[in-house]
Structure formats: structure tokens, C-alpha cells
């Protein structure tokens, strides 16, 4: 029943601006960690930010300086604001999370969550 929303994708010139935000929902006790993950096509999904439930934040190379990462915990959402656009970021971006999911009875467990990504084009 946890599903991940995204929304925020589009298409942008490069040095140009976007925001993605994802937002939890269903069944779900607690968020530990969330993150953004990305694809291009024919390669690995890769890591971009997470954000601990604390408000550690830890970015790639590729994106630090130019993207920042931030949740709201009570919203359950977490966003990417996206600066300074570069066409090698275009890819199809995932929202991740890991959290506890009630089983019954007062036991928990924790699960991996993914979105089903949003398209995310940056043309030169």
C-alpha cells in the first residue's frame, strides 16, 4: 500500500531550474532515509542526494553546488531543487525511501520504497 509520487519532471534549457518533489503514502510508520536516484538510458541507476531523517544530506560530485536535497517529516515528502542545469542530467529521476511498514500487532518492519521516476530533460 506505500507508494511513492513524484512530480517536478520536465524539460528545461540548459542552466535552467527545476524542482522535483516526492511524497510518501499508504501504510508507512516512519521514514528513515529518503533520496534521488537517476537513470539515463542504457546506463546504471545512480545515487544524486539522500537526506537522513535527521537532515544529513550527502550529494554526488556530479551535483554538489547545484542541487539541493530537503524534506519535510511531518509532510512525509522530500524535494530536489535542481539549479544550473546540465544536459548530462537529463534522466528519468527516482524518489527512494526507507522505512517501517506496520505488519500488525505492534510489529514492524522496514522496507526499500521506489517511485515510479519523472522525466527530467535538459537540452543544449
Known amino acids: 500500500q506505500v507508494q511513492l509520487v513524484e512530480s517536478g519532471g520536465g524539460m528545461v534549457q540548459a542552466g535552467g531550474s527545476l524542482r522535483l518533489s516526492c511524497r510518501a503514502s499508504?501504510?508507512?510508520?516512519?521514514?528513515?532515509?529518503m533520496g534521488w536516484y537517476r537513470q539515463a538510458p542504457g546506463q546504471q541507476r545512480v545515487l544524486v542526494a539522500r537526506i537522513t531523517s535527521g537532515g544529513e544530506t550527502e550529494y554526488t560530485e556530479f551535483v554538489k553546488g547545484r542541487f539541493t536535497i530537503s524534506r519535510d517529516n511531518a509532510k512525509k515528502t522530500v524535494s530536489l531543487q535542481m539549479n544550473s542545469l546540465k544536459p548530462e542530467d537529463t534522466a528519468v529521476y527516482y524518489c527512494?525511501?526507507?522505512?517501517?511498514?506496520?505488519?500488525?500487532?505492534?510489529?514492524?518492519?522496514?522496507?526499500?520504497?521506489w517511485g515510479q521516476g519523472t522525466q527530467v530533460t535538459v537540452s543544449s
Open positions: 527512494h525511501a526507507v522505512g517501517e511498514v506496520a505488519t500488525g500487532w505492534g510489529r514492524f518492519i522496514s522496507r526499500e520504497y
Open positions: 499508504g501504510n508507512i510508520f516512519r521514514i528513515n532515509n
